[in-house]
């Protein structure tokens, strides 16, 4: 006997064990065959879909935001025409669906609804280019914002990562509903404001000049737009100022830069004799109990 003969026996030896569904012939070895097709399908669209990507990756010509619209587009047809073939290879006559296709549809529908909605937003929020990896934004989760930077838009959330390394998977769809703050949509200039407090007793144009001189040394803090400083309030406890710096990398963060601008202006006082008001409070005693410890007369 030769190995096809052989081959021949062991598949109609397979056939042979299963039953019938109408006029269908479920067996093992229609079984395996069609673990073997859902293999070669899910590795094919794979391979497939990586293919897609590199091929973006190298149109240089197309922006990161272009790049992935057509990636997702792309990936979308390779497994829809991957599971056609799987399905023309199978022999699966669609037409014999079509009693189960309306409540299947329909279940479908319920099922995935949040997924293709977040589908949908993902593609439209890259279209008209509101969020783009790379961007920094600010989501408020509604106690307080969420402020990171887009790492990537996928086809379910979009994945924000914050200064302290935190990555938060954010729903497409919850971008589109719900405000949004961008600090790079039109432009990555971002104001930071560092309030300063002084003494009523200082000379507030030489106290500016300082504001304006620490400012102006501090790494990351741009000379156009330049700094500005502000006389904000006629505080209880001193008089207010509020400087006013631009910079133009919000991921790397804004409290650091912040807190620069005050160390600097720290040692920029302490070398011109300028002091940081302190609270001071009055207590007045309106009635002094006969039993309360007296000072000493000297």
Do not use: C
């Not at 399908?41 to 391979?47: L, M, S």
């Not at 073939?85 to 995935?112: E, P, Q, Y």
């Not at 971008?175 to 003494?199: A, C, F, G, H």
Request: proline residues 4%.
């Amino acid at each position: 006997m030769t190995w096809e003969a052989g081959l021949s026996e062991v598949v109609r030896h397979l056939d042979s064990i299963g039953f019938d569904v109408g006029s269908s012939r479920i067996s093992i070895y229609r079984a395996i065959i069609t673990l073997v097709v859902l293999a070669g399908v899910f590795v094919g669209g794979r391979i497939a879909a990586g293919l897609v990507r590199r091929l973006f990756h190298r149109l240089t010509p197309l922006d990161a935001a272009e790049r992935l619209i057509g990636e997702k587009i792309a990936s979308i047809v390779v497994w829809v025409v991957a599971i056609l073939i799987g399905i023309d290879v199978l022999g699966i006559n669609l037409t014999a669906l079509t009693v189960f296709s309306g409540a299947f549809g329909l279940a479908i529908g319920f099922g995935l609804q949040k997924t293709f909605g977040n589908l949908i937003a993902g593609i439209i929020l890259l279209m008209d280019r509101s969020i783009k990896p790379g961007d920094v934004i600010a989501v408020n989760d509604g106690i307080s914002n969420t402020v990171g930077q887009v790492k990537k838009i996928g086809i379910r959330a979009v994945s924000v990562i914050t200064r302290d390394k935190k990555e938060y998977l954010i729903p497409n769809e919850n971008l589109m509903i719900n405000q949004v703050e961008n600090w790079s949509y039109s432009s990555r200039d971002v104001r930071v404001k560092v309030p300063v407090s002084v003494t009523y007793d200082t000379d507030i144009t030489f106290a500016e000049a300082l504001m304006l001189r620490a400012a102006r040394e501090t790494d990351r803090v741009l000379d156009n737009p330049a700094p500005t400083v502000w006389l904000h309030t006629l505080g209880e406890n001193g008089i207010q100022f509020e400087i006013q710096i631009w910079i133009d990398d919000p991921e790397e963060g804004i409290g650091n830069v912040r807190s620069d601008v005050l160390k600097r202006l720290w040692a920029l006082f302490r070398e011109n004799g300028l002091r940081v008001p302190a609270p001071l409070r009055d207590i007045r005693l309106r009635e002094v109990p006969e039993d309360f410890p007296r000072p000493r007369q000297g």
